[in-house]
């Protein structure tokens, strides 16, 4: 077989002849690749389109190719071969111009919602409601616990404020109290522990109220240690022994219990309607009484020369801050 020799590619010189030039050859008859597929070739693309027809598409590329279509031909305008436009045409409709007589009517037809699920019309509004329900519960325990924690740390402020006002009004009391007697002092005039309880200044007759239960409570604690008779209160028959012999035998003609029996008034009802105001009232009250009587400012820890209480910001500790 005789074998066709291939023609060497010609090529001419962009300068003269004489010059070699490489850099500005150009090769006019670059050998091409063939006009025809070889049987390899076809027989491999073959195989190709025959694996991609044979290929099942994934549901997520069918939705999106079915997505796709949608949109191409929604955004295709009706071409004039249509039959709708054709009926469209006849009542004066022309490309372009809006639907309906008014200028600013649509022009483009309504979106399309495609329904994916396979829940029944208004099962997505019930959803919504639902939806929306729960979240305004959520919303108003949310703003029912807020409301809960503000009012309990309220609760525990305000506690804490009345504490620090019983302790200011135990002070104020005894200060009141220390400051009378001192006068009282001055004045040879009879003590507070010698008074009776209606005759102490509201003000601080709770305290002197205390000091007279705790002494009874030590004298019937007392009485009850040392007493035969606090075991035994039952009183002998008067008939049969006379009172030296009770008395050497442990039996008084009285139970203990009665030997500070009128001591203690129990009702009092000016302490009772004092005792019975805010703790804050009570304080107010006594801090006037001090700065009045004495010129003495509990929260400056000072007794002023004049009435005026001259350098002294206020009556309440809130002034002193």
């Given at each position: 077989m005789r074998r066709r020799s291939r023609p060497y590619p010609s090529f001419k010189m962009s300068q003269s002849d004489e010059e070699d030039d490489y850099m500005n050859m150009v090769f006019e008859d670059a050998p091409k690749g063939p006009k025809h597929e070889t049987s390899l070739q076809r027989a491999a693309r073959k195989r190709k389109e025959a694996e991609?027809?044979?290929?099942?598409?994934?549901?997520?590329?069918?939705?999106?190719?079915?997505?796709?279509?949608?949109?191409?031909?929604l955004a295709?305008?009706?071409?004039?071969?249509?039959?709708?436009?054709?009926?469209?045409?006849?009542?004066?409709?022309?490309?372009?111009?809006?639907?309906?007589?008014?200028?600013?009517?649509?022009k483009v037809p309504i979106a399309v919602d495609v329904k994916a699920d396979k829940g029944g019309i208004g099962l997505e509004s019930e959803?919504?409601?639902?939806?929306?329900?729960?979240?305004?519960?959520?919303?108003?325990?949310?703003?029912?616990?807020?409301?809960?924690?503000?009012?309990?740390?309220?609760?525990?402020?305000?506690?804490?404020?009345d504490k620090k006002a019983e302790r200011d009004l135990d002070n104020a009391q005894r200060t009141a109290e220390r400051l009378t007697d001192k006068e009282n002092e001055e004045k040879s005039t009879q003590q507070a522990?010698?008074?009776?309880?209606?005759?102490?200044?509201v003000l601080w007759r709770s305290r002197a109220r205390r000091r007279v239960e705790i002494q009874q409570d030590k004298q019937q604690r007392r009485?009850?240690?040392?007493?035969l008779?606090?075991?035994?209160?039952?009183?002998?028959?008067?008939?049969?022994?006379?009172?030296?012999?009770?008395v050497a035998m442990g039996q008084e003609l009285q139970p203990f219990y009665t030997t500070l029996e009128g001591d203690l008034e129990a009702d009092d009802p000016e302490l009772a309607e004092f005792e019975a105001l805010p703790v804050a009232e009570r304080l107010q009250k006594v801090l006037?009484?001090?700065?009045?009587?004495?010129?003495?400012?509990?929260?400056?820890?000072?007794?002023?020369?004049?009435?005026?209480?001259e350098g002294c910001p206020g009556v309440m500790e809130e002034d002193h801050e």
């Open positions: 991609a027809r044979s290929r099942q598409k994934t549901k997520a590329e069918k939705e999106a190719d079915a997505e796709a279509a949608r949109e191409e031909a295709t305008a009706l071409p004039e071969t249509n039959k709708g436009f054709k009926m469209m045409a006849k009542f004066g409709f022309k490309q372009g111009d809006t639907l309906g007589k008014s200028a600013d009517a649509r959803k919504k409601r639902k939806f929306r329900e729960q979240w305004e519960e959520a919303e108003r325990l949310a703003k029912r616990s807020k409301e809960e924690e503000g009012d309990y740390l309220e609760m525990r402020r305000q506690e804490q404020k522990g010698e008074k009776p309880l209606k005759d102490i200044n009485e009850l240690n040392n007493t008779a606090s075991r035994l209160p039952t009183l002998a028959d008067e008939g049969d022994v006379d009172n030296d012999t009770k006037l009484y001090l700065r009045e009587k004495f010129q003495y400012c509990l929260y400056c820890g000072y007794q002023y020369p004049d009435k005026e209480l």
